[in-house]
């Protein structure tokens, strides 16, 4: 029963959810969505003690949706509703079912127009994200991806800051330029394999077994799956919507596009993208460049984050540093590095929605994002200090955090097969801790010489609440993160076999 | 049924739709005759035309549920009895009655008093239907004409608007000439193969016949003619110069009817044409490619750049019209279906848009600017949501039948083998998100300028209900188009004769409704 229908309650209950909020009197809107939320999280919890790490595709629910012989040949194309969870999605969906009540909680005082809509359009998108990590049909996968781009737009738009209506649409067309792409892909692939099988699926593994080779056209569905994941991860030269985006969203907002939106994109990769053409994903003229836009982006991202002189800004350049350790990880095709990777999509949502509920919650006592209008403040908010700089410690990657964890397994692993790349990037950490500890350095320490930053209130009990769990995740995951490596194991072993079959590893990775 | 089209029962039988609206044209004229002067007439006049309507609705059904079909004759037919006819019949009306509904209240507040309206309305459609179902060049023709003619009034009904005039004159001038074209062109196919007819046309083209030294040119200009003709009909790049004046300059229903109806009437012409008498003809294929892919572009780069609503939903249809030509250079085996599906949703969210902006503006609507818009969300939340619906819709976006329309031309093209055209149709829909988008976010993220901008907003009961009809319609077949796709599909073989295409009627018989209704 449990199993059956988890994913399916998963993605519903939010969407009933959202339709409640609407109805209810405004005032209880934040309640609602607090509430409904938090049941959301509760309806994901149990997935983590019944989830089988060894099970391959678990919780599957399987349902036909649209079925009609579309053109002459009698063979129907299949669209079914399916739904499953393996290692590695998994702990994306407990991370966007834990996220989300802590964005409600942390929205509670900074949301003050249209709180009902702003509610409904969180909990539909908490729906949506849940529904692209769970698809296991690429219809479904595609409806998903781009449904949940609708509450997002609106959320930056209509929530953000000044220029939103600029940094919404600019997130808005990015995504979609490289989602439709994908879609002309979805379809010439599955018109591929129909024609060679006679059955038109949109199934996953459907397709997985069936793709053989391709010939020259794989390299173009390759790039067109690569084009979709690499705007939104985002990799180096697609990044620019990311910094618009971040800061203009309400803090919420940046929240969850930085701890899960962002991950969807190297989920596509790990899922779709790597899987389904790995000859060409592995082919040198490609992991080279791949590889080299991940070092760009470690580097990148951390020197353009150390110049901004707006934290919410310097935050959000340090994702595509983050995410660029993903990517490495994922193409260094080594045990640990593919569980460091997916261990750092789960710190980065972690860490990173942390740093940005802290710049939020400052922002709303000073109104201002500039690091330069504080200084010293730690004298004032001791508390806020406190956890900002625990968590700015954990996204650098001290030993004892989470970050250190997925940052070591992905340069270990990269190591073995890409020595010079793990090298460069080993400086990223470098670099992370130089931008970090000053902006630190220029927020909370220094003398404190603004009038304005001395009657500053601490952190309240609610703010509270929304951290410290953070705050318990960041140091379990440091201290113990083996219950989780576990469950990630064998999908991340799946993953590299799928992609480089088990004989030849051990001599084809030493160079 | 088979319907031997030589014996006059039978073909009566085959064009009964037709004549069925046509006994009510004249009933309408004579009723209009008589009364024609209060609102009352009017109200009266439109009701009439409504049953007209819905009675040709249920001629058609009547045929398609016994799965009419005609005799394999030695004879040329003039008419088709094929799914392909009944169900872009349904489009035609569902198309006519919407628009409507949606004049009652528009003529009243416009005051325009004028019942001969309706009566155009129903010349137009039934010129529509003969264009759907016409098995020959010259019924196509007469179609057009009988359309066309009406139409022109039409745009010009409003006497006291010189834009309408102008629109009126403008749309005459070169429907006029590309009505030429197209008679010019049915005169040297019939040169080169000796008859009008589509299948003849299609056997002596197979045949060889027309082929061959002078024939072969002949045929091939012939085509070309042709093409250029419907090309105008349909408002394709480069013969779209005269869409934006008409569409600006002719009042809101009739506009909605011209972007919806008329464009689908031509475009199933088109498709018929194409597909059943030119099919071994490759050369039109090449010609729409290009037709295709420079009318999405140029559609829409243009409408990215209007500030005015309807303007930017002109150029809009220009670019959609690029959309269903992917579908029309997929060919027939593939095509048809996609065209069909996509023409079904095209029509519910055109009339949408159109039915809220005629809701929204005054005195011809050529002042609504998207910036009007602000703040609408706050002060008319449903219209607004409808209205976003609409402009997702036709922006493409998954949970609106927008999508499942782009989506089945995107596989119709990729397994026709024209990857090409289906990449153009993505990167060119990335760019209509620059002018749907600045709609929504108009309305939901702009304040209102002032508290009166949008007092004047009105759109009647039947407006409302034409609104939720295209919006509930958008969002059921987005997400649950299955019957819809299945009729699409048995209805668009309009290619080479196909027995196969005799559907197992029964399970698909409640599919249709919000079409035909």
């Known amino acids: ?103 409600v909680l942390g929205s509670y005082s900074y949301i003050t127009t249209r709180e009902r809509a702003y509610y409904a359009l969180l909990l539909v998108l908490t729906s949506g994200m849940i529904g692209v990590f769970v698809a296991l049909d690429l219809f479904l996968f595609y409806v998903m991806w781009e449904v949940m781009l609708i509450p997002m737009y609106f959320i930056i738009g209509v929530w953000g800051g000044d220029s939103r209506l600029y940094a919404a649409i600019k997130f808005f067309i990015y995504t979609m330029f490289g989602s439709l792409l994908m879609l002309v892909a979805i379809l010439a692939l599955v018109y591929l394999v129909g024609q060679r099988t006679g059955i038109f699926s949109f199934d996953y593994f459907h397709l997985m077994r069936n793709l053989g080779d391709l010939g020259p056209l794989a390299f173009w569905l390759f790039a067109a799956f690569f084009l979709a994941f690499a705007i939104k991860v985002p990799m180096f030269p697609f990044h620019t919507w990311l910094p618009d985006a971040h ?125 330069a209008a504080y200084g010293g403040i730690a004298r004032v908010v001791p508390l806020f200090a406190a956890i900002l700089t625990f968590v700015s410690l954990s996204s650098i990657g001290l030993p004892g955090t989470n970050g250190f964890v997925g940052e070591f397994l992905v340069l270990v692993g ?60 960041i140091v379990w995951i440091g201290v113990y993160p083996k219950p989780i490596l576990d469950r990630m194991e064998p999908a991340a072993r799946q993953f590299i076999e799928s992609v480089r079959p088990p004989g030849p590893t051990a001599t084809a990775i030493a160079p | 049924m088979i319907l031997d089209l030589s014996s006059s029962r039978d073909l009566l039988l085959a064009l009964l739709p037709e004549l069925v609206l046509t006994a009510w044209s004249l009933v309408l004229l004579l009723l209009i005759a008589w009364r024609h002067r209060t609102a009352a007439d009017l109200r009266l006049a439109g009701c009439v035309t409504l049953a007209a309507l819905a009675s040709t609705a249920g001629a058609v059904w009547w045929l398609w549920w016994h799965a009419a079909r005609a005799a394999p004759t030695p004879l040329a037919a003039m008419i088709a009895v094929d799914d392909f006819r009944f169900v872009t019949d349904w489009l035609f009306l569902g198309a006519a009655a919407l628009t409507v509904l949606l004049s009652f209240n528009y003529l009243e507040r416009e005051q325009l008093l004028i019942p001969e309206y309706h009566a155009l309305i129903v010349f137009a459609t039934l010129g529509m239907m003969l264009m759907g179902g016409g098995d020959d060049l010259i019924v196509v023709f007469l179609g057009l004409e009988l359309l066309s003619v009406s139409v022109y009034v039409l745009a010009g009904i409003n006497r006291k608007s010189a834009a309408g005039a102008e629109a009126a004159f403008k749309y005459f001038l070169l429907g006029a000439f ?211 619906v609409c402009m997702l819709s036709l922006l493409g976006f998954p949970g609106t039948a927008g999508f499942i329309g782009k989506w089945y031309i ?108």
């Open chain 2, 178 to 388: 590309a009505s030429g074209f197209l008679l010019y062109g049915i005169a040297l196919v019939y040169g080169a193969t000796g008859t009008t007819g589509l299948r003849a046309i299609a056997a002596q083209v197979g045949a060889g016949a027309g082929g061959g030294g002078g024939g072969g040119t002949m045929l091939a200009i012939g085509l070309a003619l042709l093409l250029i003709g419907f090309g105008f009909k349909v408002a394709a790049v480069p013969f779209h110069m005269w869409v934006p004046d008409v569409y600006d300059g002719s009042p809101t229903p009739v506009t909605a009817y011209m972007a919806s109806g008329v464009k689908a009437a031509a475009f199933a012409a088109l498709f018929r044409v194409l597909g059943e008498a030119f099919s071994a003809v490759a050369a039109w294929h090449e010609i729409v490619w290009w037709l295709a892919v420079a009318t999405m572009v140029v559609g829409n780069l243009i409408a990215l750049a209007q500030r005015a609503v309807k303007r930017m939903l002109a150029y809009s249809s220009v670019a959609h019209a690029g959309y269903l030509l992917v579908a029309v250079a997929a060919g027939p085996g593939p095509g048809s279906a996609a065209f069909l599906f996509y023409l079904v949703a095209y029509t519910l969210m055109t009339l949408g848009a159109f039915a809220l902006l005629a809701a929204k503006g005054r005195q011809g609507e050529r002042d609504v600017l998207i910036d009007d818009l602000a703040g609408l969300a706050t002060r008319h939340p449903w219209l607004a949501f409808a209205l976003a």
């Open chain 1, 1 to 103: 029963m449990y199993a059956r229908w988890v994913l399916t309650a998963l993605l519903v209950w939010p969407a009933v959810a959202a339709v409640a909020i609407l109805i209810a009197p405004p005032r209880w809107a934040k309640h609602l969505g607090f509430v409904a939320s938090l049941i959301e999280f509760a309806i994901a919890v149990p997935l983590w003690w019944t989830f089988v790490p060894s099970g391959g595709m678990q919780f599957v629910c399987d349902a036909p949706w649209i079925q009609v012989p579309l053109f002459g040949t009698g063979a129907p194309w299949s669209i079914h509703y399916t739904v499953g969870v393996d290692g590695i999605s998994l702990f994306m969906v407990l991370l966007t079912t834990l996220l989300v009540p802590l964005s």
């Open chain 1, 414 to 473: 990269a190591f073995r097969t890409h020595p010079v790349a793990a090298g460069i990037a080993a400086t990223g950490v470098i670099v992370a801790a130089a931008y970090l500890l000053w902006a630190l350095q220029r927020v909370i320490f220094n003398p404190l010489d603004k009038p304005e930053n001395e009657k500053l209130p601490d952190l309240t009990p609610r703010e509270l609440a929304v951290l410290l769990p953070l705050v318990a995740c």
């Open chain 2, 410 to 517: 995107l596989a119709a093209a990729t397994s026709a083998g024209q990857g090409g055209l289906a990449a153009a149709l993505v990167l060119t829909s990335v760019i209509s998100a620059g002018y749907y988008l600045p709609v929504i976010m108009a309305m939901y993220m702009k304040p209102e300028p002032s508290a009166e901008a949008h007092v004047g907003m009105r759109l009647g009961r039947l407006g409302y209900a034409v609104v939720t009809v295209c919006v509930a319609g958008l969002l059921f077949f987005g997400v649950r188009p299955n019957r819809l796709l299945d009729l699409a599909r048995t209805g668009g073989v309009a290619g080479p004769p196909a027995p196969e295409a005799i559907p197992a009627a029964p399970a698909v018989s409640a599919a249709h409704a919000p079409t035909a209704r």
């Open chain 1, 247 to 371: 800061v203009e969203a309400p803090t919420a907002g940046s929240v969850i596009l930085a701890g899960i939106l962002l991950k969807m994109g190297t989920y596509g990769f790990l899922r779709f993208a790597v899987p389904f053409f790995p000859a060409v994903a592995l082919a040198p003229p490609v992991e080279t460049a791949i590889v080299a836009l991940s070092l760009v982006g470690i580097l990148y991202g951390g020197l353009v984050a150390m110049v901004q002189p707006d934290f919410k800004k310097l935050i959000a350049y340090s994702s595509v540093a983050h995410l660029g350790f993903v990517m490495l990880g994922i193409w260094a095709l080594t045990l640990q590095s593919v569980q460091g990777a997916l261990l750092v999509m789960i710190n980065h949502g972690i860490s990173t929605g942390a740093l940005f509920f802290l710049v939020g919650m400052i922002y709303e006592r000073r109104h201002s994002r500039l690091i």
